[in-house]
């Protein structure tokens, strides 16, 4: 791999809180049917397609979901994260996220604003870079194009069009 190559080489955590591990069972009329595995799936597709590097993890426990954030103040350049119900109570998670210095997007498959009230409110958005919420499981990859844009690694293949949006 070419010194050039391996700098443009974007290092994507993806997270995922608790009871994603059941999406497809899970409230399909909320969730959809799709599951973790083929979220992941489609991830590491777009992944390889747009030369990045990624991990993908799933938690039912908030300190787990801390470490691996901690963590990617190390081994990531960018992290997306569905944090699911932590997402309404999780001030560790708000704290670890304020630590990393790289960009943070944060996916909700539905659109949490439309939500009944205990649903409605992240307490993480405010530390992140964006939201994306409503889209499903696209979601993710369109987290995922969003981090690249904002690193900067978008690779010269994508269409100008996706490629040269301003930052």
Do not use: W
Not at 16 to 36: F, K
Not at 130 to 157: F, T
């Amino acid at each position: 791999m070419k010194v050039e190559e391996k700098r443009m080489t974007a290092r994507l955590k993806i997270l995922n809180g608790p009871n994603l591990n059941l999406l497809g069972v899970r409230e399909p009329h909320i969730y959809g049917s799709t599951t973790l595995d083929e979220v992941k799936a489609c991830c590491e597709e777009f992944a390889k397609f747009a030369g990045a590097k990624l991990a993908f993890h799933q938690s039912n426990h908030e300190g787990v979901l801390v470490d691996h954030i901690q963590a990617s103040r190390q081994d990531a350049d960018a992290i997306i994260i569905n944090p699911a119900a932590y997402s309404f109570t999780s001030i560790a998670m708000l704290d670890a996220i304020r630590i990393f210095e790289g960009p943070v997007f944060e996916v909700h498959i539905s659109n949490i604003h439309a939500r009944d009230k205990a649903h409605r409110n992240s307490q993480l958005s405010s530390a992140v870079k964006a939201v994306i919420a409503g889209l499903g499981p696209y979601g993710y990859v369109v987290a995922m194009q969003a981090a690249l844009h904002a690193l900067g690694k978008m690779p010269q293949s994508f269409p100008s069009s996706i490629r040269d949006v301003p930052r």
